[in-house]
């Protein structure tokens, strides 16, 4: 009877034992499991920075709204230049998170009337230029100068009792010079700080024979970095 007992208890023993190794062995692979689950997630983010700081050419593209009150000759036609447009920017990184490099843009605007001889008028705008990119740290504000030249091209409606004016023609085209003096926000809680708001005071001239057309105004909008798209395909390849 005594020898039955000590077999129970000693079976008893080595079954707790070897379920004490087994839970130990699980809960070691458990760990394991969680520390290269871990060492996966920070391979790629590593991956996400290695692709974010590979490209060494930013890219955004946007729209927005503009208005410039016109000053010169062409104010005795309309009072301002109003509408929208697109914009594209390509930068070449610099130190310090400067930037540099070409941007477009193509605009619409309508023009209202001053005058009884012309019943509308609108312009088509497009212009290239470079920009140069100053950020101030990582407070996500941007100092964005840049200077553009391009054509001007006028779409006058003119009045029936003046079709045979010598000063006022159909569709006609003028260059343009521009300078504008951006102002960027972004925050990177907010499509990670790929979405930019713009606000660009402009000042735009047309030379003319003799005279000078004018506008002072403003532009405001969005844009977005666009190469942030590249690189969440790389990134979602890369963890593939």
Do not use: C
């Not at 996400?48 to 590979?54: A, Y």
């Not at 208005?67 to 309309?78: C, D, I, K, Q, S």
């Not at 914009?87 to 930037?99: H, V």
Request: proline share 5%; net charge negative; hydrophobic share 40%.
């Amino acid at each position: 009877m005594k020898l039955i007992k000590k077999i129970i208890l000693l079976t008893l023993a080595s079954s707790l034992l070897f379920e004490t190794v087994l839970f130990a062995q699980d809960q070691d692979q458990q760990d394991q499991g969680q520390q290269n689950q871990q060492g996966q997630t920070q391979n790629q983010q590593g991956q996400w920075e290695d692709l974010s700081d590979e490209t060494g050419f930013p890219q955004r593209i946007g729209a927005y709204f503009s208005y410039a009150p016109t000053v010169g000759v062409l104010r005795e036609f309309v009072s301002s230049s109003i509408g929208g447009g697109i914009a594209y920017e390509f930068g070449f990184k610099l130190p310090l998170g400067m930037e540099f490099g070409p941007v477009a843009h193509l605009a619409v605007n309508g023009n209202p009337v001053r005058s009884d001889k012309i019943v509308s008028m609108m312009n088509l705008e497009f212009d290239i230029g470079a920009f140069f990119r100053l950020p101030f740290g990582k407070s996500g504000f941007v100092f964005q100068p840049e200077f553009d030249y391009g054509v001007l091209v006028y779409f006058p409606k003119v009045n029936s009792e003046y079709d045979n004016s010598d000063t006022i023609q159909g569709a006609y085209v003028d260059q343009l010079l521009q300078i504008g003096a951006g102002f960027r926000f972004s925050h990177p809680n907010f499509l990670n700080g790929n979405m930019e708001v713009e606000l660009t005071p402009t000042y735009l001239f047309s030379p003319e024979q003799g005279e000078t057309i004018h506008f002072i105004g403003f532009r405001t909008g969005f844009l977005y970095r666009l190469d942030s798209l590249f690189r969440s395909a790389k990134s979602k390849g890369g963890a593939q």
